[in-house]
């Protein structure tokens, strides 16, 4: 059974930096997109990034792009989110989420499998 872990959630003053990460277990197939969705309170959740399968390209929303990077270390089975220039709208619980597939897309219902999530806070 895939299984997703996230940690490296916290608190950060705006500007800071966190990186979160997301340990992949149970996967035996070809390919596994991964996406970082976010869900602040009293919204709906939200795609940030993903990261394909089959060739490790990303994809960013545009309320994230320039600041946070996805990245992935297959040795590792883990998939990274930097979070730099933290701003308090950034605030919000951060799910990642797994697909078996090739090309990734930030699109909430693509995603079968998720983790419990981890808290980000952005505040002075």
């Known amino acids: 059974q895939l299984q997703l872990v996230e940690s490296g959630g916290g608190l950060v003053q705006p500007g800071g930096s966190l990186r979160l990460s997301c340990a992949v277990s149970?996967?035996?197939?070809?390919?596994?997109?991964i996406a970082w969705f976010r869900q602040a309170p009293g919204k709906e959740r939200e795609g940030v990034s993903c990261?394909?399968?089959?060739?490790?390209?990303?994809f960013y929303a545009d309320s994230v792009k320039g600041r946070f990077t996805i990245s992935r270390d297959n040795a590792k089975s883990t998939v990274y989110l930097q979070m730099n220039s933290l701003k308090p709208e950034d605030t919000a619980v951060y799910y990642c989420?797994?697909?078996?597939?090739?090309?990734?897309?930030?699109?909430?219902?693509?995603?079968?499998?998720w983790g419990q999530g981890t808290q980000v806070t952005v505040s002075s």
């Open positions: 990261i394909s399968g089959s060739d490790g390209r990303t």
């Open positions: 149970g996967f035996t197939r070809n390919y596994l997109n």
């Open positions: 989420a797994a697909d078996p597939g090739a090309m990734c897309v930030i699109l909430l219902y693509e995603y079968d499998y």
